[in-house]
């Protein structure tokens, strides 16, 4: 089955062409800049010449349009009409308490994303505004909602509670919701595909680290614990993101400073994390070539942002009473090399050890294993495809199978 994989954003629609059956990409693309007087347009086809075009493009509609375009341009041809597309799958961020698994899309289930708003209000929204434009440009065949939160539906009470006053979880559902779960999801069961371990007797910790990261341990298949929370804010410090902070602080900073609350909410979120800490980026891969010109500001983010990872990696850990592997993924976790030695640089203790020669020379988009071979723990680079994710489970929906190759 072919399946349109969408990931919209307030001003961009990332898109994804994917044969499930083969599990094989067609083509990816994205339209940047919806709105502005020039907008961006990158077409990636598999087989054909890649094209980047620039042209106004009004709206979310207008941008659908665009892609279809390109999808049945003659010159680098994906499809040869709309008919060929079977399905379309939407990344939604936050599907609240009430999504636990990837869901057809109806008037009910786009009333409930809508109340989910607040809760993600930088990601809900765009991602409803790509999933109207897309039903209104393709509205003959299924469109499925497959959640960042899904994954970590399985967190026991007391790892998704939070120390305050049980009425505003029960008001407002305000717990721990965790994020990145297509990714954790996916590279977990490449683990097990992999190694042929039973799910159900294994304990894994996967690092998905990007410009947003965050860490989950677990246990039999299952997400028992993760760093992010309520909002994607919290856990590891990240590009721009704050991570885990003191909440007096806030209050202190409102004080000082006579900060708004947007502004407090732009500070943490856009302005923090390793940009904040360095002064200079938010990449890491600029970080480090700084770093090693002997930039202290940008070395002391590097520090930050690995001691972050130790001691989420060792709590997880504790909490699984052990584990078979540590996974790393995502741009950070799959290239840097620096950041895999330097976040597990004397666990020994834990019977945690990387081989130097295999982390060095890792390769991308491959799988590869980089623990020593005495180490206890396995750790692997395993790279993510969360599209994928999103494609089968949309393919499974739309063909009413219970069925999945990732189960």
Request: aromatic share 8%.
């Amino acid at each position: 089955m072919i399946v349109l994989v969408i990931n919209c954003g307030s001003s961009s629609v990332k898109y994804n062409l994917i044969e499930t059956s083969e599990q094989k990409e067609i083509c990816s693309g994205i339209v940047e800049r919806i709105g502005a007087v020039t907008s961006i347009v990158k077409h990636e086809p598999v087989g054909f010449k890649s094209v980047k075009d620039t042209r106004k493009i009004e709206n979310h509609i207008k941008a659908l349009e665009e892609i279809m375009n390109f999808l049945m341009d003659s010159d680098n041809t994906a499809i040869s009409s709309t008919d060929d597309i079977k399905a379309v799958g939407h990344r939604v961020v936050h599907g609240g308490e009430m999504f636990k698994d990837s869901v057809l899309i109806d008037e009910d289930v786009i009333d409930a994303i809508r109340q989910a708003f607040d809760l993600a209000p930088l990601h809900n929204p765009p991602n409803l505004k790509g999933i109207e434009a897309a039903m209104k440009y393709l509205p003959e065949i299924p469109h499925v909602a497959v959640f960042d939160t899904a994954f970590h539906h399985s967190l026991p009470a007391e790892a998704y509670l939070y120390g305050i006053p049980n009425r505003l979880y029960r008001r407002y559902k305000i717990r721990k919701y965790g994020f990145h779960g297509t990714s954790h999801y996916y590279v977990s069961r490449q683990y097990y595909k992999m190694t042929d371990k039973p799910v159900e007797d294994t304990k894994v910790i996967t690092c998905h680290l990007g410009n947003g990261a965050s860490v989950t341990a677990v246990k039999g298949g299952k997400s028992i614990d993760t760093s992010m929370g309520f909002t994607p804010l919290s856990g590891l410090v990240m590009g721009t993101r704050s991570g885990d902070i003191d909440p007096s602080i806030l209050f202190y900073l409102v004080e000082k400073e006579e900060l708004s609350l947007n502004n407090l909410h732009a500070l943490l979120n856009k302005h923090s994390g390793l940009l904040g800490l360095s002064g200079y980026a938010a990449d890491m891969r600029e970080l480090t070539e700084e770093a090693k010109r002997g930039d202290r500001r940008c070395q002391q983010a590097i520090d930050v942002f690995c001691y972050d990872l130790k001691k989420y990696i060792g709590s997880y850990i504790a909490a699984l009473n052990g584990c078979d592997a540590i996974i790393f993924t995502a741009g950070i976790g799959e290239n840097s090399a620096m950041v895999r030695r330097q976040s597990l640089k004397n666990m020994e203790s834990l019977g945690i050890g990387i081989d130097p020669e295999r982390n060095e020379s890792t390769e991308s988009g491959k799988i590869q294993k980089i623990s020593s071979d005495s180490s206890k723990t396995e750790v692997w680079v395993i790279p993510t495809n969360e599209e994928l994710v999103i494609a089968i489970d949309t393919a499974k929906i739309a063909q009413a199978s219970d069925q999945s190759p990732w189960v």
